[in-house]
């Protein structure tokens, strides 16, 4: 089928573009995504093709990964015009991909049912078991310390403070992961995201428990 080339070719491009990423954004992130954003996206009325290629192309111009094809969504459209998609179709996945991404209280809720399915994906993938090393990975490679006690983490910060701000991967959770459950936009999201954030919660506590030398 056409549609299922379309996904493959995607799939491949996306593997070409992060295969020297050791961030938290390698290829592996955007393929759960993929995967999550199908799964959610089964419970709502959503077109299928635009959710799986806004999922599996949601980084590629991403504003630390490609800061010169960010503000136009040079790759994403590149990619999708040589694939012969439709332009009412790039630009539907164009703004998604611009509505996705987390920045403080700047984050946007996205206007479609198909940006939102992605957006909640790709929040997932941040929390949970994958989401800490996820978290930890990022912090590593951006200099950041595991934790600092004498770092307080800062709550609400707008979307450029959320990008300045140096701060260790501990703090991430409370300046960033704790606010996610409850922001997802669909009601399956939000089911997977409340265990997810469980989850995280008692491994900070031992984290913590065995920091002060409790454990
Ligand atoms: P995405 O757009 O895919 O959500 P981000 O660039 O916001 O990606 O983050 C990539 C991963 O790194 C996420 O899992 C995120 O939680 C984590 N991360 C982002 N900023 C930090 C930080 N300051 N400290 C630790 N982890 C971070
Ligand atoms: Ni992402």
Request: proline share 2%; with cysteine; net charge negative.
């Amino acid at each position: 089928m056409e549609e299922d080339a379309l996904i493959a070719a995607a799939q491949a491009y996306i593997r070409e573009v992060f295969q020297n990423d050791y961030s938290g954004h390698d290829y592996f992130h955007s393929l759960r995504v993929f995967k999550t954003a199908e799964r959610i996206a089964q419970q709502e009325a959503a077109d299928r093709t635009v959710v799986q290629l806004a999922a599996l192309l949601h980084d590629v111009d991403d504003r630390k990964l490609s800061p010169q094809t960010h503000a136009h969504k040079d790759r994403a459209t590149a990619f999708l015009r040589a694939q012969g998609v439709c332009v009412r179709r790039i630009e539907a996945i164009c703004t998604i991909i611009g509505e996705v991404s987390y920045s403080g209280t700047d984050s946007v809720v996205p206007e479609t049912i198909e940006g939102k399915c992605v957006q909640d994906a790709d929040r997932l993938d941040a929390i949970g078991a994958i989401g800490i090393a996820r978290a930890f990975a990022y912090g590593g490679s951006h200099g950041r310390a595991i934790h600092d006690p004498e770092i307080k983490p800062r709550l609400q910060m707008s979307g450029e403070q959320y990008q300045r701000h140096i701060s260790s991967s501990v703090n991430h959770f409370y300046e960033k992961l704790f606010n996610l459950a409850e922001r997802m936009n669909t009601r399956s999201a939000r089911q997977i995201a409340e265990h997810r954030e469980q989850f995280m919660r008692e491994y900070l506590r031992e984290f913590l428990d065995e920091w002060e030398g409790l454990l």
